[in-house]
């Protein structure tokens, strides 16, 4: 009777294949949060830079407008002449590759046609995979 | 016999010393990993907090543009924008009248984000996690004869311990703009007309 009793048991190594699974997903699982944690951050830094520098760009503009206005200023001469449709557009940088653009008449004393934002650089898109055919 | 209990005997001793290992560097590694995920707790927490910073100074800027520069309209369209609570709303207009300056706004957040009070005096306290200070009487504000640069100096932070989040000042000038004044009654100046040709 007693012959056919089985005792089960762990082998020698089982417990520290299972501690290096369990420490390879527990150190991977705090390398991903640490990276997703630092995305966000590096997400948020954009933020304030593009908040901060549009309203410091739009602060600049509404004293450049005020100086004007109360005529201790003179509207800049379009860059090149004056353009065909006699506009005028003041520049202020928001960041390396935005501005904002305040684009004035040419009346006496100008009237405001426009406050824009505008991209500076040229973007050249990657086309070059076909994944729509025309 | 004696052989016997003995190769029993050490191979119990062999799996106790191997699970010792174990648990040893399982408790280093954990220490380890429990350290990083408080690090990514913390700046996580931290980009979530400037997060709401950003997003309330600039509701509280837009407000300020929309009320064309008058520091009341602003707060009160500020308060009504972050959908306060209408005793949020008359005690704010109550402590309006007692305030030391002319539409500054205290207002105080709990740990999620969410509006608690709101007081016209800057020299209170706020009372909450985070707070928010709508500040007009900025130092520059400067007059002119058709109308003045007025200024607003938004800043949020935490309450304990006391530090600063974000600030963001901002500027319009009052004045009257002729083109801007028609825009605001649905009509184009003969230059906007144009341009939109």
Sequence with gaps: ?134 | MAGKYRSKGSKTSLFLIELIISVFFFSLAGVVCVRLFLYASGISRDASDLSHAVRIAQNAAESFLGAEGAPEEASLLFLYSMDAPSEIYTAYEDSLRTGKEPGSLLLSFDKEWNLTEAAADTGAKAQGSYYVLLDYSGDDTERYAEGELSMLRIEAGRTSPASVLYELPVTYYTGQCPALQAQEIGEDTPAAEDARK
């Design chain 1, 1 to 134: 009777m007693s012959g056919n009793k089985k005792y089960y048991s762990l082998n020698g190594g089982v417990s520290l294949i299972l501690l290096v699974f369990i420490i390879l997903s527990l150190v991977s699982f705090a390398a991903l949060s640490v990276a997703s944690a630092r995305a966000d951050r590096r997400l948020c830094d954009k933020y304030i830079e593009q908040t901060s520098g549009y309203y410091g760009a739009f602060s600049k503009a509404q004293v450049y407008l005020a100086d004007l206005y109360e005529g201790r200023l003179q509207a800049d001469a379009p860059e090149g002449g004056a353009s065909p449709e006699g506009f005028t557009e003041k520049h202020f940088p928001i960041s390396d590759t935005q501005d904002l653009v305040l684009r004035l008449d040419s009346g006496s004393p100008p009237s405001v046609i426009s406050i824009d934002t505008v991209t500076t650089v040229r973007t050249d898109y990657d086309e070059s995979l076909p994944v729509i055919r025309r």
